[in-house]
């Protein structure tokens, strides 16, 4: 049973930046698409953006030209670089990924992002 674990959330400023860590506990074998979603308060669950396992990336168009999505193999760690924060990038950002022979989706339990003015 895989596991995923977030860092680097927190509060930040609007118009500063954050950076979020996802560490799998599989070796990055094992990996398919990893990436992030996010919850505001009382929304659903929405894609911020994805990596496949060829590093081809996906982003909302609301974090386009924001937001970069990147990971390091030999650290099974997917990473989020968030610029230009917005206070309606306020949400719970939850790192996903994809283990490639039981094509199981894998989530990380969560963590907060708040942006203020």
């Known amino acids: 049973q895989m596991q995923l674990v977030e860092s680097g959330g927190g509060l930040a400023q609007a118009g500063g930046s954050l950076r979020l860590s996802c560490v799998a506990s599989?070796?990055?074998?094992?990996?398919?698409?990893m990436g992030w979603y996010r919850q505001g308060p009382g929304e659903q669950r929405v894609l911020v953006a994805t990596i496949s396992r060829m590093g081809s990336t996906n982003y909302a168009d609301s974090v386009k030209g924001r937001f970069t999505v990147t990971k390091d193999n030999a650290k099974s760690t997917v990473y989020l670089q968030m610029n230009s924060l917005k206070p309606e990038d306020t949400a719970v950002y939850y790192c996903y990924a994809q283990e490639i022979f039981s094509a199981r989706d894998y989530w990380g339990k969560g963590i907060q992002v708040t942006v203020s003015l």
């Open positions: 599989e070796d990055s074998v094992r990996l398919g698409t």
